[in-house]
């Protein structure tokens, strides 16, 4: 396959004009060339085109404006960075709760726990030492090293992954302790990381980046989720839940729910996703109320939110 010619940012917008059939009407050409030269870039914008039907003919894109993308963009944006709010509030009552579990357990001294651990998981503790080398944890590596792995220690220099890993080990060695926490503990991995990276979320709406199949789909989501009263008529349940970011982002607000045993974080967490959802994601939705795609997602995702806002 040959490769793809290099482009200037005018280029990139009379590429999308001419050959791929976008419209400026919503935002001009200059504006366009504005923002992909200071907020965004050429690919990162060009993502969220796969929501979004093509002519079979013509191979252009039916009924696309540049200003949709755009607002995609910023959207996309917004729902990344409450992705990891989240993730890191999860993140710190996963580690709360297990020192917690392990601290009133008579049966754990917290240093066999980590020998075991790191006897299945060599290559954690071999990720965990090359903190040593050079990252803020150095000192607190360094310790260990010497002195011997403490659960309590050693889950602050673990990673979102290697303490989930470490989560799950624990409730399988204490005769599934929190079982049901740790189905939700991959899904809320992937859709973290995804935002960690910066990958596009809402690009694959339509068309997912894998197919999940029934192996992705978590009974415990998918039986949670049907409960809604909003939601316990609905068909499209399941059908919804297969799509990897919709299932992972739904999975890691149940896990928030499930972790976060603080009220005020949760009243806090809940009422910025409330916002994002209610003010932030609607103050273009003209654009796509002829995406049957964007706004059935939309509202599927959106009846969850308020179930959850309105139990706190």
């Known amino acids: ?15 999308m004009r001419d050959h791929c059939g976008i419209g400026f009407r919503m935002v001009s050409e200059q504006e366009a060339e504005k ?30 404006d540049f200003g949709y993308l755009k607002e995609l963009s910023i959207l996309d944006a917004c729902l990344r960075k409450e ?29 066999s726990l980590m020998e075991e651990f790191f006897g299945q998981y060599g290559w954690v503790r071999e990720e965990i030492r090359r903190k040593s080398q050079n990252s803020y944890c150095y000192d607190l590596v360094q310790k260990m090293e010497a002195e011997g792995y403490a659960v309590w220690n050693a889950v602050e220099v673990m990673s979102f992954g290697q303490l989930a890993e470490l989560y799950k080990f624990y409730s399988k060695r204490n005769e599934q302790w929190n079982n049901r926490i740790c189905n939700l503990l ?7 990381n995804a935002a960690a990276h910066n990958n596009c979320i809402l ?3 339509q068309k997912p980046y894998f197919q999940t199949g029934k192996a992705h789909l978590t009974k415990q989501v998918e039986s949670t989720v049907s409960k809604i009263p909003a939601l316990k008529k609905s068909r499209s349940v399941r059908t919804k839940l297969l799509n990897p970011v919709i299932h992972d982002f739904v999975a890691l607000l149940l896990l928030f729910d499930r972790v976060c045993t603080s009220e005020k974080t949760k009243q806090y967490t809940y009422q910025h996703i409330y916002d994002l959802f209610h003010n932030t994601f609607m103050r273009h939705s003209a654009y796509f109320v002829n995406n049957a795609t ?19």
Not at 186 to 192: D, E, G, T, V, Y
Request: hydrophobic share 40%.
């Open 203 to 205: 690009n694959s709406l």
């Open 186 to 192: 991959l899904p809320a991995k992937s859709i973290r």
């Open 35 to 64: 923002f992909l030269s200071d907020s965004t870039y050429f690919f990162k914008v060009k993502a969220f085109a796969k929501n979004y039907q093509k002519d079979k003919n013509t191979e252009k894109y039916l009924g696309l």
């Open 1 to 15: 396959m040959p490769r793809k010619e290099k482009l200037t940012i005018p280029q990139q917008v009379q590429y």
């Open 294 to 312: 964007i706004c059935s997602a939309y509202e599927f995702v959106v009846k969850i939110v308020d179930f959850l806002y309105a139990n706190v």
């Open 83 to 111: 992705i990891m709010a989240v993730a890191v509030d999860v993140e710190h009552f996963l580690r709360t709760g297990l020192i917690l579990h392990i601290s009133e357990n008579n049966q754990e001294d917290g240093y």
